[in-house]
Each structure stands twice: as C-alpha cells, then as structure tokens.
C-alpha cells in the first residue's frame, strides 16, 4: 500500500543511522539540559519576527495588550502567536536554532538594517547556548543531505524549505515552525499515511523498509505554526 520494501546499503544509511538510532527525548536533554527545547523558526517567521520586532517584543515581560500592526487575520493570529511565545519563554530556557546555513539563506535576501540586527541577535544567542559540551552540534552535510534525500517523498513545493526541515531534523529540534501551509499539509499528510506502520527499526539488518526510516524521521521533529505550538504548550502548563 505504501510501496514496497527496499534495500537499503550501509553508504546510504551513514547521514540517518545516528538519528535513528537514538532516543530523542534523553538526547535532548544531554546536549541542552532538562529544562531546555530546541526550536528552529522558518526563514519566514525570523522575518515576520524582524519585521515587527515592536510588536513582539513591546512591553513583553508584563504582556500589556497592544494593537496588532496588521490587519491580515491569519498573519496577526501568528503575529500574536509569536508574541505570547517570546512571553513565555522566560519561564523555560528554549534554544532556538541559527545554523549557518539558516544565517546564510537570510542573509542572501538583500535584507534591511533592522532584519540585520535581528538576524545577528539571533546567531549570537545560537552560538551563546553551545557550550564546550554541545559546540559540534551543527550537523554536518552529509547527514542533511542525508535527510534531505529522504524528505522528497514530501513533494514540498520549495527545496530550501526541504533542507531547512531536514536540517531541523538533523538537530533533533523538538519543533519546527512554519507558516507555509504547504509544509505543515505535507508533513502531516505523509505522517497520517505513516501511521499505521511499525517503527520497529534494526539497524544492524540492511534490509530496511523506506517507510519506516521516513516515519521515524518525521517523529524527531514537529511541524506547526506558531499558535498551535503556543496551543500545545499552554495546554501543558499555566501561565499569567
């Protein structure tokens, strides 16, 4: 129904065998602690967040309600989003990813002073959180382009949007947050299709079942927008 098993040589599993065969929760906490989630925001939403930086940030330790600078409903729902986000944050210790290659994507977009200052906050406090113990945790390309082989069947509209999620995955972040509604449909449809397909995978037997790598790929990392991240979180905790 999902296509047949293939075979798979040790070359091809080099850039996913170590993500696979990891458990991704106690991963997450030897490299950032217990208290700590890694998130990677899309090229878009480090935009949105540039763009209106005021917004987001204005009055943000009290979270005084502020009008929303634009009128577009889907975009101020995010807008919001993103703003409630940096809110909560201060009760966690998040780490959000700035990978080279994330800085390199925006910075190739002609962009303006204030995005600039926004992206290099962003990168510094990326290089800030990796410690001695975590300093090598930006994957190397054979383990993106790895992924990023394996994410095709995504038939996402845009590859930069493919790298940047396999890159995500690479990092083992916890979230991966977008407002391209291609990206989230996609995902969430090959993961709806996944579903019933045992996750059971040993390594050591070359005869592995592409489903099965792509399904536990798409388990690392979650695909959302900003407000039903905030959803989820808020879900779990009480906040003011």
Do not use: C
Not at 30 to 43: A, E, H, K, N, P
Request: glycine residues 2%; charged residues 25%; without cysteine.
């Amino acid at each position: 129904m999902f296509g047949k098993a293939i075979v798979m040589q040790p070359k091809q599993l080099a850039g996913v065998k170590l993500i696979l065969n990891t458990d991704t929760a106690a991963d997450h906490q030897v490299i950032f602690g217990t208290s700590q989630m890694l998130i990677y925001l899309d090229t878009m939403i480090v935009q949105h967040i540039s763009d209106y930086f005021d917004y987001v940030y204005q009055d943000i330790a009290s979270e005084y309600a502020i009008p929303n600078p634009v009128s577009e409903l889907k975009l101020a729902a995010e807008l919001t989003a993103l703003r409630r986000l940096v809110f909560v944050e201060q009760f966690f210790d998040w780490v959000v990813a700035a990978p080279s290659h994330l800085m390199d994507e925006l910075l190739s977009g002609k962009p303006t002073h204030p995005q600039l200052e926004t992206y290099k906050t962003l990168s510094q406090a990326w290089k800030d959180s990796l410690n001695w113990e975590n300093k090598n945790i930006e994957p190397n390309e054979e383990m993106i382009i790895s992924i990023d082989n394996w994410l095709i069947s995504l038939n996402l509209r845009d590859k930069p949007d493919r790298r940047n999620l396999a890159e995500a995955i690479a990092l083992q972040a916890t979230w991966f947050l977008t407002n391209d509604k291609n990206i989230i449909k996609r995902v969430n449809q090959k993961r709806d299709e996944l579903r019933d397909i045992t996750d059971d995978i040993a390594l050591p037997d070359p005869d592995l079942n592409a489903n099965q790598i792509l399904k536990r790929l798409l388990s690392i990392t979650r695909v959302a927008r900003p407000s039903e991240f905030i959803a989820v979180i808020e879900e779990r905790f009480l906040f003011p």
